[in-house]
């Protein structure tokens, strides 16, 4: 066992702090993580770098290069599959790219209708009537019709006449993931 220095204990600290941060995440996201394997691995092995490295520097500093090892063929792993030599980029692309509505980050007023809302209204690229998509969601047109003006409200659609709206460049920006209108105030339209 090592003496804890100064600079043993600061990094010590700062990678608690970091593996508090990426266990946080996968609490966070356990959404994405409860079915992606490969996320799971990646960030198993950053936690045992930056965690595990300066604990064994600390308790057993024969091990710190086994440990190190260890995380990083986890992270490997999680990138790369030996089998078949590949890189998994098709696997990584699909988990980072193909659902927008995990990066998406809604406000507390928002409700998971109001992205499958704002969905229909992209894929058309329409006008549309409460009524339409109501059908396209499988809900009724009431309710749609209130998401619709809380929407409106907030930017994310507008009114274009008497029972007809579309889609704004705000809500376009939101689908992307580039607007979190999360961070915007409650009562901001």
């Known amino acids: 066992m090592v003496s804890l220095t100064p600079f043993l204990a600061y990094d010590l ?3 608690l702090v970091v593996g508090v941060e990426l266990l946080y995440f996968l609490h966070l996201d356990s959404s994405l993580t409860g079915y992606r394997r490969l996320l799971l ?11 595990g490295g300066p604990l064994a520097e600390l308790l057993f500093p024969s091990f710190v290069h086994w440990v ?3 995380a990083a063929l986890l992270v490997i792993f999680g990138l790369y599959d030996p089998v078949r030599n590949d890189l998994r980029t098709e ?13 998406r980050r809604p406000a507390g007023w928002m409700t998971p209708m109001d992205d ?15 009524a339409v998509v109501a ?16 929407l409106a409200t907030h930017g994310l659609v507008e ?14 920006r939101y689908l992307r993931g580039e607007l979190h209108v999360a961070l915007l105030p409650e009562d901001e339209p």
Do not use: M
């Not at 009114?159 to 376009?172: A, F, I, N, Q, S």
């Open 13 to 15: 600290a700062i990678s």
């Open 159 to 172: 009114k274009v006449e008497r029972g007809k709206y579309r889609l704004t460049r705000r809500g376009v």
């Open 91 to 103: 696997e990584w692309a699909r988990l980072l790219l193909s659902e927008p509505a995990q990066i």
């Open 116 to 130: 499958a809302i704002l969905e229909v209204f992209h894929s058309s690229g329409l006008i549309l009537t409460p």
């Open 41 to 51: 691995i990646t960030v198993c092995g950053l936690v045992l770098f930056v965690v």
């Open 135 to 150: 059908l396209n969601i499988d809900r009724s047109r009431e309710e749609v019709n209130r998401r619709l003006s809380r």
């Open 68 to 70: 190190h090892g260890a």
